[in-house]
């Protein structure tokens, strides 16, 4: 049995994987250590409880002595490291906690990995057959103009406390593997949406003030551009790197789908109106948007080449936009227990802070 340490596998993107893992590996079994931060939510999991293949552990990544006895306990062949603190404009308003978990907590893991993995080496279990996959963002990358995409050879040029502390993890793990020979993978991802996203996000907070009838606050003129991935299909990346990829590569993973921002909010709008009618008085849901002051340093424009991952991996992407956002809307709107559980007073705190202040 291969034994698989998640980290933040309560949140959006980890939620998704630990499910997938364990319907896709029979002889899989996943640790998911979570600190529960207000993006960690355990009823992504719902279900798992009584898996015995499945085993929640509360803790930080940043506790050295935990992620030691975890190694120790467990003997993980495998590190799928998702845990980080992630949205950019949280980083803006307050980036300790970004340094603090992204680097330091990457930090941690890597030393628990290193000396678990090569002093099992001096036993003859064979490091080659372990792998530490360190999951990361396109935003390292920096801001594109209106042609070109990102590349594994892209520069990196992080604009926001939250993609320079990614950035900083993302060479952490590298020198880790050049330095010590430690068997890490490293991916960078484009934008996810779909089930179980925290509404800070574009697509959930669209989907949830326009279901409600609350206004849309966009961004600037809302044409910054992004490419958009299916969730799945970021997993299903990942349990490729996971199966097939090359310690010391990285892998870039995108959906093939670029969106302006305003693009999104009124496909969200239109498939509401089309769901649910239109809004009282029979106004569509566009007549919502504001147009906000525009985030500081937003970057205008992402976009990744995926070529390397279909061509040495033999991965792409297999839902469609059109197709990700309906399952991803159905999902909400059957959901509305979970979006109103997350949704809480901290919540409304932080939004008013972000939007209605400005």
Known sequence: MKTILLTGGCGFIGSNFVRMALARFPDCRVVNLDKLTYAG?????????????YRFVHGDICDQALVDGLFSEEGFDAVVHFAAESHVDRSIEGPGEFIRTN?????????ATRRAWLAATKDQSPIANHRFVHVSTDEVYGSLGDTGHFTEETPYDPRSPYSASKASSDHLARAYQHTYGLPVLVTNCSNNYGPYQFPEKLIPLIINNAYTGKELPVYGDGKNVRDWL??????????????????????????????????????????????????????????????VKDRPGHDRRYAIDAAKIRDELGWKPTVTFEEGIRRTIDWYLANEEWMASVVDGSYREYYNRMYTQR
């Open 103 to 111: 680097i330091t907590g990457t930090f941690t893991l890597l030393e």
């Open 41 to 53: 939510n355990p009823t992504n999991l719902a279900g798992l409880e009584a898996e015995p293949r």
């Open 230 to 291: 299916f969730v799945e299909d970021h997993c299903e990346a990942l349990l490729t790197v996971l199966e097939k990829g090359t310690p010391g590569e990285t892998y870039n993973i995108g959906g093939n789908n670029e969106r302006q921002n305003i693009e999104i909010v009124h496909t969200v709008c239109d498939l509401l109106d089309q769901r649910c009618g239109t809004l009282p008085g029979g106004q569509d849901r566009r007549s919502l948007i504001i147009f």
